[in-house]
């Protein structure tokens, strides 16, 4: 019954945008085997998902943010579900669609399904951001049990967490040297270069001082062209492995970063 049902559905969706008045036009053409019946017959999983999405909207978009997910996160995790007892994924559980608690032993990047790298495709990363929350956002669950609301509350605010970590420069490579056993602790500066530290002094000198929108405006241009190599340099050294360069780079990033703030924050204010 279900079967025919769906058949149906896909049959008059597809005769009408094929351009087909009836569906025994669409029948003739030869596409009906290839493009309807087969796809309900290969799949019982998504004879199920429609079955379930007969009973409302609401619990549509949250099968539909599950079946986004599964082409989406292929991090395997070893745990079984809460509920079920079966092998669970990272968020949900294959075999009862249950979402499942936070695994406090998955970094960032397998959590955002992306390369442990620096030179990451932020529009990519957004993406992949944009598919998890809208599979395991909290309003996905208010009819649910209170288990998996929380649960849905722990791993929206994760991904969230992921995600801001790994979007800029500067909080991706301390992440990624804290995966390393690399700490930047604070006082760093006291011993980096002190031509290096001058020119900082220099830079926060000029910035206070001028009220010339120009000046803030080149002193901005210039911070962003150091973060740039800063940025370059920061990769290189994390693909050779060499994670005391690393560490000397993190802390200028650090500099130049809270100085591209400073100027951002006078351009708001209009104390130009």
């Known amino acids: 019954m279900w079967v025919s049902m769906i058949t149906l559905y896909r049959l008059r969706f597809l005769s009408i945008s094929h351009g087909f008045k009836n569906a025994t036009k669409f029948i003739s053409n030869g596409q009906l085997l290839n493009v309807v019946l087969l796809p309900c017959f290969a799949s019982g999983r998504a004879i199920s998902s429609y079955r379930k999405d007969i009973h409302g909207v609401s619990h549509r978009k949250a ?81 649910k049990s209170l288990k998996e609301q929380e649960y849905s509350e722990e791993q929206s605010a994760l991904v969230n967490k992921a995600y801001r970590t790994l979007q800029k420069p500067l909080s991706r490579a301390v992440y990624m040297l804290e995966l390393r056993g690399v700490l930047l602790e604070e006082g760093t500066g006291a011993t980096a270069d002190p031509t290096f530290l001058l020119e900082v002094m220099e830079i926060n000198e000029r910035l206070a001082e001028t009220w010339s929108q120009d000046e803030v405006s080149a002193i901005g241009r210039s911070v962003r062209e150091k973060l740039k190599d800063l940025t370059e340099r920061m990769n290189s050294s994390l693909n050779k492995g060499d994670l005391l360069t690393a560490k000397e780079l993190l802390a200028q990033m650090k500099y130049f970063t809270n100085i591209e703030e400073k100027v951002k924050d006078r351009i708001a204010e209009g104390k130009l």
Do not use: M
């Not at 995790?77 to 979402?99: D, Q, T």
């Open 63 to 143: 099968v539909k943010g599950h079946l986004t997910l599964n082409s989406f996160s292929t991090v395997t995790v070893n745990r079984l579900c809460w509920k079920c007892g079966s092998s669970a994924e990272l968020f949900f559980c294959p075999s009862c669609n249950v979402i499942q608690p936070p695994d406090d032993k998955t970094n960032y990047f397998d959590i955002l399904n992306c390369e442990q790298t620096f030179s990451l495709d932020t529009q990519k990363l957004q993406k992949r951001y944009v598919e998890l929350q809208r599979a395991v956002h909290p309003d996905n669950f208010s009819q």
